[in-house]
C-alpha cells in the first residue's frame, strides 16, 4: 500500500542577534500502521541529516539556527518494527539572510 504523507510548513524568520534564526513548523498526515516518524533535512550538498527521529504524534518542529544559509529539503518517513516507509513528499525552503531582490529597474522621464 503506498503511504503518501502530506505536510504543511510554517517557516517564520526571526532576527537573533548577528544570525538569522528560522524556527520551522511540520505537520503530515498520520500514516496506517505508524508507529513513530522520523524528520530528515537534506542539504543543497545533498547530505541528509535527521533532525528528529521517535516521533509519536504528526507534528514537529526544528529551530534552524545551527544550520548554515542555503536551501533545504524536508520530508518525513513513518515507522513500526517491520520497518520504514519509503519518503513522502519533500519541502524545500531557504534558510539564512534573505536572497537579493529580484527584478530591479531603473526608468528616467525626460519631461
Known amino acids: 500500500m503506498k503511504r503518501i504523507l ?18 520551522i513548523d511540520f505537520t503530515w498526515d498520520a500514516s496506517v500502521g505508524a508507529s513513530f516518524y522520523t524528520l530528515h533535512m537534506t542539504d543543497s550538498a545533498g547530505n541528509d541529516v535527521v533532525v ?10 526544528y529551530d534552524s539556527v545551527s544550520a548554515p544559509p542555503g536551501d533545504y529539503s524536508f520530508y518525513v518517513t513513518a515507522g513500526n518494527a517491520w520497518g ?16 537579493a531582490p529580484g527584478n530591479f529597474n531603473l526608468t528616467i522621464n525626460f519631461n
Open 52 to 61: 528528529a527521529d521517535n516521533i509519536t504524534g504528526t507534528t514537529a518542529n
Open 6 to 23: 502530506f505536510f504543511m510548513m510554517l517557516a517564520t524568520l526571526l532576527i537573533a542577534g548577528p544570525a538569522f534564526a528560522v524556527p
Open 84 to 99: 520504514v516507509s519509503p519518503p513522502s513528499n519533500a519541502v524545500t525552503t531557504w534558510i539564512g539572510l534573505p536572497q
